[in-house]
T-cell receptor, first 113, second 114 residues
Framework: AQSVTQLGSHVSVSEGALVLLRCNYSSSVPPYLFWYVQYPNQGLQLLLKYTSAATLVKGINGFEAEFKKSETSFHLTKPSAHMSDAAEYFCALEIQGAQKLVFGQGTRLTINP | NAGVTQTPKFRVLKTGQSMTLLCAQDMNHEYMYWYRQDPGMGLRLIHYSVGEGTTAKGEVPDGYNVSRLKKQNFLLGLESAAPSQTSVYFC?????????????FGPGTRLTVL
């Protein structure tokens, strides 16, 4: 069965520092992978998605993620954190053609001034 | 263009009561989904629909029923609420034309069952 594991339920970085949120997946077939962001008391918003084209995917708000098949990873990065990046981030997997998402547990990102 | 809307935003129920959550989308999307979000567990799929008049079970369907009588609406029902159903419920929709379609989420409904 397919699954997504996000390493670290809570990550704290200083403003201006590198943001790295880790996501590993398990799937017997090549998946599509997504990162969503949830701001307080709001729904989820798509940050970026990997759909088997380029392995380095750029998203909104300066975020990017790299698909590494050998490591079964899809980590999310941003070179310089901003206070407005404080939110919860979810990695998700979709089996191609299934049109159903499997979510990780979520990582809450805190930005320290 | 309101996107995906959910009604109500908050609700408190007593054990055994019933209620219906309404999801509406104005994007003419074929696919609609209901998820529940619990701390430390991410989002889990309850039921989904691939078109008007169709529904299917997701990962955690027990205790819930759904209906998709109109393309733009997807209703989630709790016939006899239990404290274990205390959660935040999210509806989502997607065009359904390609497996790379993005799911668009509503703002959520916070349900407490006492």
């Amino acid at each position: 069965a397919q699954s997504v594991t996000q390493l670290g339920s809570h990550v704290s970085v200083s403003e201006g520092a590198l943001v790295l949120l880790r996501c590993n997946y398990s799937s017997s077939v090549p998946p599509y992978l997504f990162w969503y962001v949830q701001y307080p008391n709001q729904g989820l918003q798509l940050l970026l998605k990997y759909t088997s084209a380029a392995t380095l995917v750029k998203g909104i708000n300066g975020f990017e993620a790299e698909f590494k098949k050998s490591e079964t990873s899809f980590h999310l990065t941003k070179p310089s954190a901003h206070m407005s990046d404080a939110a919860e981030y979810f990695c998700a997997l979709e089996i191609q053609g299934a049109q159903k998402l499997v979510f990780g547990q979520g990582t809450r990102l805190t930005i320290n001034p | 263009n309101a996107g995906v809307t959910q009604t109500p935003k908050f609700r408190v129920l007593k054990t055994g009561q019933s209620m219906t959550l309404l999801c509406a989308q104005d994007m003419n999307h074929e696919y609609m989904y209901w998820y529940r979000q619990d701390p430390g567990m991410g989002l889990r799929l309850i039921h989904y629909s691939v078109g008007e008049g169709t529904t299917a079970k997701g990962e955690v369907p027990d205790g819930y029923n759904v209906s998709r009588l109109k393309k733009q609406n997807f209703l989630l029902g709790l016939e006899s609420a239990a404290p274990s159903q205390t959660s935040v419920y999210f509806c989502a929709s997607s065009p359904g034309q390609a497996s790379t379609d993005t799911q668009y989420f509503g703002p959520g409904t916070r349900l407490t069952v006492l």
